[in-house]
């Protein structure tokens, strides 16, 4: 295939959906790891073109969803000092914090903007040498190679006034958290293409051992799930836990090595805490010692704020895959894209989001939805 919306052709997607229908004998229960399958499988109805025994559940693989409120609240209190200019990706904006938003801190005269690249944000910082210039480093291992870069170039170039709000989480150990919860009913993965397209498999045969579980590499588009689907339910009922790559244009086994390597150089493994989840040991990075200097926590010494998140929102449980976003009581009620109580709402990578977006109406007469 050549073009993109090859990877979306009907009868392609029907003769997987036969060759998947054929194949269950029994009810499965397979993660999609990442907000941008969910979105994908949400968008294109696949959930309901599958076979009942086949159940999708949405992992947590948003980067804004899994952004602790802590994070969010240290990145406010640093937005708002006046010799501040807060970069940042444009939906992060809009994250609820325990008392306000980035957008509400820019109108109350907060100067944050919006950037494309963290090298933006690095520009930025040369342009304006008599002020503090922050950049808000979310995300997996996907985002994290150009914020490393960013960081590296601040400390070659010397451009003292640059700092990075790291938080940053990885994949593979969020999986094994959520193989060990006692309430864990996931069966088998879809990891995420665009993590393993820098990070490689490597990381993935010892999760498929240990918790004997399928691991299936898969692109976003709906040819691209649905195949990462049939392997892994051929794989489910003939008793195998491999790790399988059906992302083949994208993903090589050792992933992109120049940008691990600039990612170990900058980075260090931490323990993160994730949002609705907890903390998870060993499940993000942190900067290494040797670019502590560039650490905007140290810097405006936010270390110390902590913060409980809210009793309302469930999305630690959708985030888990243990209730569907339409179950949570607030779900388009009091929260909706335009208003919402947590982050899975806030992203469009977020399952709320996605269900408001995708499935509202049929929610609706269902009577499960406002
Ligand atoms: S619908 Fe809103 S309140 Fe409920 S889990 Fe999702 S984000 Fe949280």
Redesign the pocket.
């Given at each position: 295939m050549k073009y993109l919306d090859e990877f979306s052709d009907p009868e392609l997607a029907g003769k997987l959906l036969d060759q998947i229908r054929a194949l269950a004998t029994r009810r499965w229960a397979i993660m999609e790891v990442c907000g941008g399958q969910t979105h994908s499988i949400i968008r294109h109805g696949i959930d309901q073109l599958l076979p009942q025994q086949i159940e999708m559940i949405h992992g947590p693989g948003c980067p804004v969803c899994v952004t602790p409120l802590e994070i969010i609240d240290k990145a406010l209190e640093i937005a708002a000092r006046p010799d501040v200019i807060f970069c940042s990706f444009g939906d992060m904006l809009r994250v609820p914090g325990s008392s306000s938003d980035l957008f509400r801190i820019k109108s109350a005269g907060g100067d944050v903007r919006v950037v494309y690249s963290p090298l933006d944000a690095l520009t930025i910082a040369k342009e304006n040498p008599g002020r503090q210039v922050v950049f808000f480093g979310i995300g997996f291992e996907t985002t994290a190679p150009a914020n490393a870069m960013t960081v590296y170039q601040a400390n070659r170039l010397g451009i003292e006034n640059f700092s990075l709000l790291v938080s940053h989480v990885l994949v593979p150990p969020a999986m094994a958290a959520i193989m060990d919860s006692p309430e864990c009913r996931v069966q088998a993965f879809l990891a995420a293409g665009h993590v393993c397209s820098v990070m490689g498999t490597s990381e993935y045969p010892a999760l498929a051992e240990k918790y004997k579980v399928p691991i299936v590499v898969t692109g976003f588009e709906p040819l691209d799930l649905l195949e990462g689907i049939r392997k892994t339910v051929l794989q489910l009922e003939s008793g195998r836990y491999e790790v399988e790559n059906a992302y083949a244009r994208a993903v090589t086994a050792q992933g992109n090595t120049a940008a691990k390597a600039m990612l170990e150089d900058v980075f260090a493994v931490s323990d993160r805490t994730w949002r609705g989840i907890g903390s998870i040991p060993d499940s993000g990075w942190q900067l290494a010692p040797k670019y502590a200097y560039f650490d905007a926590e140290e810097r405006f010494s936010v270390t110390d704020i902590h913060t409980d998140e809210s009793s309302?929102?469930?999305?630690g449980?959708?985030l888990q895959g243990l209730i569907k976003?339409h179950e949570?009581s607030?779900?388009g009620k009091?929260?909706t894209p335009r208003n919402?109580?947590?982050?899975?709402?806030v992203s469009s990578e977020?399952a709320?989001a996605a269900y408001y977006l995708y499935r509202r109406l049929e929610l609706q007469e269902a009577g499960h939805a406002g």
């Open positions: 309302v929102c469930r999305s449980e959708v976003p949570c607030a779900f009091e929260c919402p109580l947590g982050a899975t709402m977020g709320c």
